[in-house]
């Protein structure tokens, strides 16, 4: 989940109606928003991902209004028409990055703390709902700098211009090498021969989507009006990402004019309201909560929405950059969060169902507790363990392996077969500590099948001077007798590696091979710097005690 | 302190009640112990305040090699007076049978012993007795100790013993530390009999031994898997190993999110499952993601097979097959995430999740289910924050206050699950889920601040936890 700072006595000022730091730290929890940290006025919180709209103070202040009833309903933005900013899109972005959204916001301030929280709500979106740059991009520019109509275009590897923090002109291939955006961010392009660009009517370049903007048009604490471009693979996605800027810059008091968009298949963006018909039938179905119809118009409207009742139902409005809302049920969500979910009072109803452990958990239950009946400590090991342990430790053959991709920890890249080398390895790791050491594990193993087979094991082991194949028998035995009563027979068994020679076999139940057992090989124990005798089993429960 | 003594220790006692003051090596002789039995004794009756050990030293002496060859053939002023006497003879013919140092020795000896004279020759000077040579002191001594090793008390003639011990390997002599025991007063007059047969030292400590157990953990996910079954839900089990399809597809989940990514989700090496679901399942599916979430739903993405990052894959595989209208269940078991391992975070790890579907299915009704669960748990300061799950709308997490860390702790989730996810798949009626990790509760019980330490399986936490 994304973490942003706020200042709080910055939110204050933005929330306005002279609410306490009290007050604002008790209410963010309620408005989905974890605080992580509190340093004097810096918090840390956590947004959910679903709510970018919380990205910046500016957001969070919108929302903080509503809950606090300090400002209700959506805050109304008006786009002015006037027909001068647009921009051309070329038909050669077809395969490349075909669309292309914007805005003019005007007649604004930014303090440097301002510039700061618009640059970390940028990367927020660029991760979360741009995937990396690669769904959308955004870029704010001072337009004040840019001659209009814009064109975006395609252009070749060898184009030249000073990128963002630069001062000196570079080619887009020196710009993907050298930049810390074009390393990061250069695979979204790939090796793409046409290139995307965004030019003024100079031929300026602005942007360099979706890599980096032109130093020409940065935006300072002296810039009024911005232009705010989106490019992306998909148009509904670069509109979410304008509307979410747009709401944020329209808390921060920018108004806004229109950037005329044509050209293949592109067009100038609506960011109209939706307005969706909520049956109040579900406010009761679902949070259990009988509420009239004007409380949840005025819930609906501390979540920043519009409502109003239309007969029997509730025509709700929501803002472009609601785009988290799907339906009705995100609705009864908005009107819990209105409601107050610590007023929400829980309520037991009795169960009408009777309640059932699984018959694998019975089983294995009770050979658990015959396991400690028996004198053994139970292990708990992972079942994605390591290459060393599982084969190479242990000399077992590693042809049936299974691996996982790219796992961030060289201890866990292989689903375990077997029990034993994790039990082996845990002994390895209690050389120090008394014996005798007696110890078990039930768990699943995995082999190859279908595409892949799980079953449950039971393992012992046992380690100390005088310990030996005779003793893990008579072990076995009683584990499967006592409870289960199975009668389990030992057949000597072809040469391995885990073994001691002449002193393993295979455990036969009704003449079906269900395990092995035997004194753990010396080279083996050596390994893993064990200098006492092991002996120990593993047994298959699936298809044993249970199917 | 309780007189109540080991057999050891009332031998011991009795045998120096008849001969006070004896060695160690004595004890064992008369009480038949073995001189281990018999230390172990001495040092308890010590520790106890009824034996008292002083250490003495004892000196023997034993004759050298010079020593045994004098015994046999003389010192060698004996054996130079024996070649005199029948005639004087010169340095030249004593020295052809008494070389070396031995001459020198053998001369000024017989000469101090007033034995010899020395007359002076032209070329040699000739040697004759000049007076009956008596037997010596020393030669006295050689022949007391013999072949015998003798205490150095026993030697009545110390001077003669100096002059041996001044001539080099004669005398040999050894010294070696003595331990007496003796009995303190109190002792002495202890009736040991007094103590009934077979009593012990009840207050005496003794060795460990380790109770042979469940792990705790296991403990705390039998404990918690009975909660869910006093409130009603029966257990389900699924597999650890699913396709993407029912660990993602189902769960809403579109597939260029993040969290499907290799870096967050662990995918098996060349593994695929051709038929994640019915051919229905799959086309509704599909629909559901391309109409909401806008892009082209792809069946390959769905059939990768991946280490399941929650249970709630197996509940809604359930729900799905199933179809119940009426129940309450829930799924345990391991979970995984490819996370770099801490002290707070684990690749694998045991996650519960319930649902309940049919009645009594509100938000009201679920915090109601959290408020017991958590109360029979023994944790009663409990609140209910908004968050957010990509498969259920409302999403509530509980905060359970804990009193030792003096914070707020977020521990289970829950939420409805959203017609998006449960439409496709022909559930019609609202479906409530809860759940969340299990090893964050027994970090609590057990008071780790390390949750690797469930996995490290060290004998010494387990025998002592």
Known sequence: MPVIELNISRIRKLVSGNVSRKQILDVLPFLGLDIESEDGDKIRIEYSPNRPDYSTEFGVALG???????????????????????????????????????????????????????????????????????????????????????????????????????????????????????????????????????????????????????????????????????????????????????????????????????????????????????????????????????????????????????????????????????????????????????????????????????????????????????????????????????????????????????????????????????????????????????????????????????????????????????????????????????????????????????????????????????????????????????????????????? | MSQVFHDIEKKILETLQKVPNQTPEQLSKNTELSIDQIRRGIEWLRLKGFAIVTESEKITLSLGPNGLDSLKNGLPERKLINMLKDEPKTFEQIRSVLSGAGFNVAIANAKKNGWIKIEKDNSDSLVSIKEKPIETPEEKLLSFIGEKTVLQEEITNSLAMKILLSRPNYIIQTSEKLKNISLTDAALSLDTSISSSGAIDVEADVSSIFAARTHPLQDTIDEIREIFVNLGFSEIFGSMTQSSFWNFDALFTPQDHPARELQDTFYLEDMELKNPATASQIKNISSSHSKNWKYDWKLSESQKMVLRTHTTCVTIKHLAEQKPENARIFSLGRVFRNEKVSYKHLVEFNQIEGIVIGNNTTLRDLMGIQKEFYKKLGLTKIKFWPTFFPYTEPSLQTMVYNEKLGKWIELFGMGIFRPEVTKPLGIDKPVLAWGGGIERIAMLKYELDDVREFYNNNLSWLRSV
Request: net charge positive; with cysteine.
């Open chain 1, 64 to 547: 903080l209004q509503g809950l606090l009833g300090i400002k209700k309903g959506i805050q109304k933005t008006s786009i002015k028409k006037k027909g001068k900013f647009a921009i051309k899109v070329d038909s050669s972005l077809t395969k490349i990055r075909p669309y292309v959204t914007g805005i003019i916001a005007k007649n604004g301030t930014l303090d440097g703390d301002d510039i700061q929280q618009l640059m970390w709500m940028q990367e927020d979106l660029h991760d979360g709902i741009g995937r990396k740059r690669k769904k959308s991009s955004i870029g704010l520019h001072d337009a004040d700098k840019i001659s209009f109509p814009l064109t975006y275009t395609t252009t070749s590897r060898e184009h030249r211009f000073v990128p963002l923090n630069s001062n000196t002109e570079q080619t887009i291939d020196e710009i993907l090498s050298n930049t810390e955006q074009g390393q990061n961010y250069g695979w979204v392009i790939e090796n793409a021969k046409n290139i995307p660009i965004i030019l003024d009517s100079k031929q300026n370049t602005i942007s360099f989507p979706p890599i980096i903007n032109s130093a020409l048009t940065t935006v300072t604490s002296n810039t009024k009006n911005i232009l705010i471009e989106v490019t992306g693979i998909d148009k509904d996605s670069v509109e979410d990402a304008l509307s979410i800027v747009m709401s944020t810059l329209k808390m921060a008091g920018f108004e806004f004019e229109e950037l005329k968009i044509s050209g293949n298949k592109n067009s100038t963006p609506q960011l109209k309201d939706r307005t969706i018909i909520y049956d109040p039938k579900f406010t009761s179905e679902i949070l259990g909560i009988d509420m009239s119809l004007s409380n949840m118009v005025a819930c609906m409207k501390k979540c920043r929405l519009d409502a109003s009742v239309k007969g029997k139902k509730i025509a709700c409005i929501i803002p472009r950059y609601r785009f988290d809302i799907f339906g009705p049920m995100d609705l009864v969500e908005e009107i819990a969060l209105g409601y107050g979910i610590a007023n929400i009072e829980p309520k037991l109803s009795p169960s009408t169902t009777i309640g059932q452990k699984n018959d694998i958990t019975i089983k294995t239950e009770l050979i658990r507790k015959t396991a400690v009946g028996l004198g053994f400590l139970e292990a708990l090991n992972a079942s994605l363990t390591s290459k060393k342990i599982l084969y190479n430790m242990t000399k077992r053959n590693s042809s049936e392996i299974i691996s996982v991709l790219d796992s961030k920890s060289q201890e866990h890249t292989i689903l375990r077969d077997s029990l034993l080398p994790g039990l082996l390895e845990n002994l390895s790791k209690n050389i120090h500590e008394s014996y005798p050491q007696k110890l078990f594990e039930s768990g699943v193993v995995f082999s190859k099948g279908e595409p892949v087979h799980e079953s449950i094991n039971l393992a012992v082991i046992v380690a100390y001077k005088d310990t030996n194949y005779s003793e893990l028998k008579a072990i076995m035995q009683s584990l499967l007798r006592t409870n289960f009563k199975i009668n389990s027979k030992t057949k000597t068994s072809k040469n391995q590696e885990l073994f001691v020679e002449g002193r393993h076999a295979d455990i036969f139940v009704n003449e079906k091979k269900i395990g092995e057992i035997g004194e753990i090989n010396t080279e083996i124990l050596e390994t893993f710097r064990i200098r006492t005798s092991v002996a120990g089993f593993e047994i298959k429960l699936s298809g044993l005690i249970f199917d």
